[in-house]
């Protein structure tokens, strides 16, 4: 407990530096950062503490964030809710929105849940560029960010720290109700609702309690982005940032209540960071949640997690090969994939096949990639994939039969084994 809240402390200091480190374009990408987490922590409360998996949680997060800039036009940052409120309007819409699609939702399970959530969403979307009066079309909305308790609100800096104070209070309303006893009859409906059920509780209830607090706290981070961009379209409704949240705390894990915003502020880097660079960066996300599912299905906390029960079972001094050996190998391969993904979508982009010569003995032009020039049919060139990729394999095939041979190094002797030995020595 007393090294969570180091953590948790440490971190909120750092962030409270950011504005000092930064410079003002990495400071708008961390208040995307801190959005992101916001949501994400938002739909882990439905998805990975209550088990109810859903596809359209960006209807909640739009409608909050309509919700901020209609308050912040109506009320112009002064009155009732001056500009550092204004993510309340946006909670509160999620709440009244979240309350009435939850309890239709909530009236099935398991599959059928999740395709009736993505059906609420999709109507929202296809519905918002028509509704003028409410979305504005398909210009949407726009506001301004209001002078107000002293501050204008003008520099990236204050938005940042406004941004911040309502992401660390709504983490701690978040964490404070899975300590409460509605929290944890959220986790029962995740292992065993019929026993719910049995035992007397409103399960159809509770479940849409838990749908409208989630898209309360989905509502405020919405309000949070109005504020940030100071307009609002019908874009926050699409399916991508559905899938977003999903991917996002998958990635980090849903078993540690931090992962979810872990995860969603690391792929919100990764995409700021990787955009700019290469076309494929949505393939790359792709890929990473793939691998993420298949050898890491608690998340990146997860793999904490792991590393610190492996450290405390064999040592830290043991485990030194297998960790620079597991990097390695991670460098490797990523290496690897990245230079054949950007190989093979240079190779079939519509500018390179346009360079494609006519005749078939004539020599196809060198793809430039990494500052330097790489002929398509050239050893060289599919050898260098190859080689990264080949290392990186032998590199794990190291780490594994080193944690097997620790593994039967600290596995304890049974008695029988002994006798057997005895016996033998014996004869």
Known sequence: MKKSLFICLASVCLLAALPV?????LLNAAIQMLIAALFASAYNLLCGQAGMLSFGHAAYFGVGAFAAVHAMNALGGEGLLPTPLMPLAGAVAGLVFGGIAGWFATKRSGTYFAMITLAIAELVHSLAPHLKGLFGGEAGISTM?????????????QVYYLTLAWVIVAMALLY?????????????????SHRLRFLGYNVHGLGTAVFAISAMFSGMAGGLQAISNESANYVVFDASLSAAAVLNTYIGGTQVFLGPAFGAA????????????TRSWLLYQGVIFVLVMMFMPTGLTGLIGTVERLCERHGAG?????????????????????????LLQRLFSQEYRSLIPGQP??????VQMFDRSWEVWSPITWGVPVLLLGLGGLLLWVCRARLRALADESAPVTPASNHTGESRELA
């Open 318 to 342: 043991r485990l030194i090969v297998v960790f620079l050996s597991a990097v390695a190998c991670a460098a490797l391969a990523a290496a690897g994939a990245v230079f054949l993904i950007e």
């Open 145 to 157: 960010r209001m002078p107000a308790w002293g501050f204008d609100f003008g520099s990236t800096t």
């Open 21 to 25: 480190l930064l410079s003002q374009g």
């Open 361 to 366: 003995d004539a020599p196809w032009p060198a």
């Open 176 to 192: 404070l109700y899975t300590r409460t006893p509605m929290g944890r009859l959220t986790f029962g409906l995740r292992e065993n």
């Open 266 to 277: 690391l792929m919100t880097f990764f995409g700021y960071a990787v955009s700019d660079l």
